[in-house]
């Protein structure tokens, strides 16, 4: 059973090497390693980077959680951190909690909405130290997502101050 988590969207320009990719994903797995160890089951990441869209999901399958991205070698459209906080919003969909969706699948899976704060407030905090490269990850990436769903993006540079994490503003 598969829950695409995000619609597929057109790369551009450069690309993350395979070393920016492996680098991230062991940065991931080691710093978010109580977490993923803490899980019922066993977590197994892949991505491919061959693909010309962007996409992630996380699926049930043999006994394992799975997470699975697509797309990794669009640099023009994700970069070190983006892929991170994809890959944060992929494990608070088996970590993060209630609420969970409307699935039929044998362990319940969180909310978009709850993955997203999982995300955001959970995991890519351990991942990265800077708030305002946590916030510029986020806001980038939600310019990603937006057109996929018909919504209107900004350029990163036309948010203005970037938001403090800590004043919650």
Do not use: W
Not at 48 to 69: L, N
Not at 140 to 149: G, L
Request: contains cysteine; negative net charge; aromatic residues 10%.
């Amino acid at each position: 059973l598969l829950a695409v988590l995000f619609a597929a969207l057109y790369c551009q320009a450069e690309c993350l090497s395979a070393g920016e990719l492996e680098s991230a994903v062991a940065d991931f797995q080691t710093t978010m390693k109580p977490v993923i160890s803490s899980l019922p089951l066993p977590l197994d990441i892949s991505y491919e980077s061959s693909k010309s869209r962007i996409g992630a999901f996380t699926y049930f399958e043999d006994g394992f959680f799975k997470i699975h991205v697509s797309g990794t070698q669009c640099h023009g459209l994700i970069h070190a951190d983006e892929f991170k906080l994809l890959l944060c919003h992929e494990l608070g969909h088996i970590a993060g909690g209630a609420p969970y969706e409307n699935s039929p699948e044998v362990v319940p899976r969180s909310s978009e909405g709850q993955a997203d704060y999982y995300a955001t407030s959970q995991c890519l905090t351990k991942l990265i130290s800077d708030p305002s490269r946590i916030v510029k990850a986020s806001l980038n990436f939600s310019n990603y997502v937006h057109p996929a769903h018909g919504l209107a993006s900004l350029p990163y540079k036309d948010y203005g101050p970037l938001p403090s994490l800590d004043q919650k503003d």
